[in-house]
């Protein structure tokens, strides 16, 4: 597969320069809030459930960074994209990090609905919300200490002019699924979407006017799923994915993006953009030989070798013994041939391929194809 510098060189020629009507990318900062898709730390800072290990962060970083990933994520080529700073995570406070281009509230497994005993994660989208309130009430008290901490922090009014990121949801759909039937999950839907826009809501009456959301990707086409809900053939499509996840994840979608549709008359003064990352990453899927890719569904980084290379047992880099043995998810040679990174999230080179693509405009709604208003200028 050719470099991912080599691919990114060759996106920002066939990029344009010309202004988008209605879109407008030149922000001077970016609150994001979602799941593990775009968790640049907050989980592993709150010291919750299993430290990442290396191999994690290898390919970009050098070391685990607190993404579930070899590299950067999608958040990370977007911001690369926009000309500004990787966001810091809201919760990783040691080293001074600086929050004057935005903060990052999500964290990995967290859900658009209230977290239970059961959750992964507690921040859920409600949570992650009145955590961006108590930022931005700190940031303004501490913008009248003096000018030696507005390095760090917001400008006043970078909250009304910023863009706000959204990528959650995946979650309250592939959990539902380990108690409920294919037609319940479905039903949940409205109850999990009435919460988001709730969310939207108090956010747009704080004075967020500009809306990225994501919609989910196709949750059947992940390795742990297959592994989990595959065992029956039958269960499969014809590319190897779990059909009734992939069903949910596009009545999800469908539901999400009319979502979006019906909040342009509710907020009338803002703009609100649905990207449809699910036609993406499928297409990315099916058609995986044709970008450079070996292995559509198969984790890099896990244990248990061919077809799937993966152990619910064992995340990647841990060692555990199974039935008396020593054993280890390990990673494969090279992750740029592999879509998948652990069973459950992309690879760097995954994330770089849908970045790209989300930045054609061509998967937007309202679309910005053929009105790209800037040039990618990717760090390599």
Excluded at 34 to 48: E, K, P, Q, R, V
Excluded at 244 to 268: D, E, M, P, Y
Aim: net charge neutral; proline share 5%.
């Amino acid at each position: 597969m050719a470099s991912l510098a080599s691919v990114f060189s060759a996106i920002c020629v066939s990029l344009l320069l010309s202004p988008a009507s209605g879109i407008d990318f030149d922000y001077q900062a970016v609150f994001n809030f979602g799941d593990s898709n775009s968790d640049t730390g907050d989980l592993i800072a709150a010291a919750i459930g299993d430290p990442l290990l290396p191999p994690n962060g290898r390919a970009y970083f050098s070391k685990p960074a607190g993404r579930f990933c070899d590299g950067r994520l999608i958040i990370d080529f977007l911001m690369d994209a926009m000309d500004m700073p990787f966001l810091n995570a809201y919760l990783d406070s040691v080293g001074a990090p600086s929050f004057q281009k935005g903060c990052n509230f999500a964290a990995a497994g967290s859900t658009i609905l209230p977290a239970t005993k059961y959750s992964v994660s507690p921040f859920s989208f409600g949570i992650q919300v009145a955590q961006f309130f108590r930022f931005k009430n700190q940031v303004l008290q501490l913008q009248t200490k003096g000018k030696k901490i507005r390095k760090y922090i917001p400008q006043v009014d970078y909250f009304d002019q910023g863009l706000y990121m959204f990528d959650i949801g995946q979650n309250d759909l592939a959990g539902a699924f380990y108690s409920k039937t294919e037609d319940q999950v479905i039903a949940s839907i409205p109850k999990i979407l009435s919460e988001f826009e709730s969310g939207l809501k108090k956010l747009y009456d704080q004075g967020a006017r500009k809306f990225w959301i994501h919609n989910t990707g196709p949750l059947g086409c992940l390795t742990q799923n297959i592994v989990i809900f595959g065992k029956d053939p039958s269960k499969l499509d014809k590319f190897g994915c779990v059909g009734s996840h992939n069903r949910a994840a596009k009545l999800f979608n469908i539901q999400l993006h009319t979502l979006c549709t019906k909040l342009r008359g509710v907020f009338a003064d803002a703009t609100i953009t649905y990207i449809d990352v699910f036609t993406i990453k499928f297409n990315l899927i099916v058609n995986f030989s044709r970008y450079g890719f070996e292995n559509p569904i198969a984790a890099c980084c896990g244990y248990g070798g061919p077809p799937l290379n993966y152990d619910p047992r064992i995340s990647c880099g841990q060692t555990k013994v199974l039935k008396g043995h020593s054993a280890t998810a390990k990673a494969c040679d090279d992750a740029t041939e592999y879509i998948n990174w652990d069973g459950i999230h992309y690879t760097e080179a995954a994330n770089l391929h849908v970045s790209s693509q989300i930045l054609t405009g061509r998967y937007s709604d309202p679309p910005f194809a053929d009105q790209m208003p800037f040039a990618l200028k990717m760090k390599f």
